[in-house]
């Protein structure tokens, strides 16, 4: 899984700068459409939030300049991207880094929480719950990402490992040692 010793990287300015000024209608958009991929390909991940399917999650990635609000929608997300705070009934903050991490298994959310890596506010039952939920599916968003590529999944993968390799953001589930 994780080594606790090892810092967390953070997103490099370069990579957030166009954050800034990029329209956040059309990311919000695609990001609402790609949880829905993600709903449809893994349905018991919204099945395991339990009574917290319902209950609206901001994710802020402290790294970039943005925030991303969650509605679960039992099943069916919207993903909603904004400059400013918003409130839900949890919010999960740290690095771009850490976040990704922890949904594709590189980081341990424990270790993350007791470094002050990562802050939890609001309901934490909420967020275990959102946690479990993405452990249990064992997401790997670069595969989902590649499904969508089309002809251009060469391309796109090399570009992502890449990028992967350069910036140390776990874009893609590590493998597991083979004992």
């Known amino acids: 899984m994780s080594n606790p010793s ?3 990287p953070r997103c490099p300015p370069l990579l957030a700068a166009p954050l800034r000024v990029v329209p956040l209608a059309p990311l919000s958009a695609s990001l609402t459409a790609f949880s829905r991929r ?3 390909a893994h349905p018991g991940l919204f099945r395991r939030l339990g009574d917290y399917a319902n209950t609206p999650f901001v994710i802020d990635p402290t790294d970039l300049p943005l925030v991303i609000l ?3 929608g ?3 997300p919207k993903v909603t991207v904004t400059r400013r705070p918003v409130e839900a009934a949890a919010r999960i903050a740290g690095p771009l880094a850490a976040l990704l ?3 594709h298994g590189g980081f341990d959310g424990d270790a993350l ?3 002050r890596d990562l802050v939890i506010e609001g309901d934490t039952s909420a967020s275990l719950a959102l946690r479990n939920a993405i452990d249990d599916a064992e997401l790997d ?3 989902e990402l590649m499904r969508l590529t089309g002809p251009l999944a060469a391309p796109v993968h090399r570009a ?3 990028l992967e390799r350069r910036t140390g953001l776990y874009l893609t589930r590590p493998e597991e040692p083979a004992w």
């Open 141 to 143: 968003l670069f595969e």
């Open 160 to 162: 992502l490992l890449l």
């Open 38 to 40: 993600i709903a449809t």
């Open 74 to 76: 039992n099943g069916t």
């Open 101 to 103: 991490g922890l949904v």
């Open 113 to 115: 929480f007791f470094s």
């Open 6 to 8: 090892i810092a967390v």
């Open 70 to 72: 969650l509605h679960p």
